[in-house]
């Protein structure tokens, strides 16, 4: 099945622990991007990759870093998660940038204490 | 201003009803233009793209309007299962997400 995965799915952690959330997608996908969702804001790039070891920051890239080592991993890292980061975020693919349909993950809930 | 804004609704609405909102975009270079749907902070899903000439998919009708740079979903016959938020995205090289119309139909 074709799929984006993310993991974990809820999370609840402390200001200043480092923190992972992996995403993988099985389709091949070119292009791949992380987005973060708060109320009445809308969904916010924060990182995206055109390809591997390609990456670029989007709209809100503050404390967060990534990589793109294989086509198909793309992880969200904060090395020094603050309560300000507690968010909905999704990972996202598509074939490449552009007109293409994104697909998502089904999400990850942080809460930053 | 914002890339993208959204009447953030709710829009509420009988079963059967027809329902219409908008969606406004700043950057009149934008390219494409889609309507993705939400349920219940779940990962958004495309719903249908919008092209120039407006078009249909079954009960959900898009248009586009360039000169007054706005986007629009009709939904007609509303189900209780369109109960969701609405999500209008722009592209201009990138994606820019509106923050959502939510729509619930009730019985």
């Known amino acids: 099945e074709a799929q984006v995965t993310q993991n974990p799915r809820y999370l609840i952690t402390v200001t200043g622990k480092k923190l992972t959330v992996t995403c993988s997608q099985n389709m091949n996908h070119e292009y791949m991007s992380w987005y973060r969702q708060d109320p009445g804001l809308g969904l916010r790039q924060i990182y995206y990759?055109?390809?591997?070891?390609?990456?670029d920051k989007g709209d809100v890239p503050e404390g967060y870093k990534v990589s793109r080592k294989e086509k198909r991993n793309f992880p969200l890292i904060l090395e020094s998660p603050s309560p300000n980061q507690t968010s909905l975020y999704f990972c996202a693919s598509s074939l490449s940038a552009g007109i293409e349909t994104q697909y998502f993950g089904p999400g990850t809930r942080l809460l930053v204490l | 201003r914002k890339e993208v804004e959204q009447d953030p609704g709710p829009f509420n609405v009988p079963e059967g009803a027809t329902v219409a909102f908008n969606c406004t975009y700043s950057?009149?270079?934008?390219?494409?233009f889609f309507w993705y749907r939400q349920d219940c902070r779940k990962e958004p899903k495309l719903l249908m793209s919008?092209?120039?000439s407006g078009n249909e998919d079954g009960r959900f009708t898009a248009q586009l309007n360039r000169a007054s740079q706005y986007i629009s979903l009709l939904i007609r016959d509303s189900k209780l299962s369109d109960s969701a938020t609405y999500l209008c995205?722009?592209?201009?090289?990138?994606?820019?997400f509106g923050a959502g119309t939510t729509v619930t139909v009730r019985a």
């Open positions: 919008v092209y120039s």
């Open positions: 990759s055109m390809n591997v070891e390609v990456t």
């Open positions: 995205v722009v592209n201009d090289y990138k994606l820019s």
């Open positions: 950057n009149s270079a934008s390219q494409s």
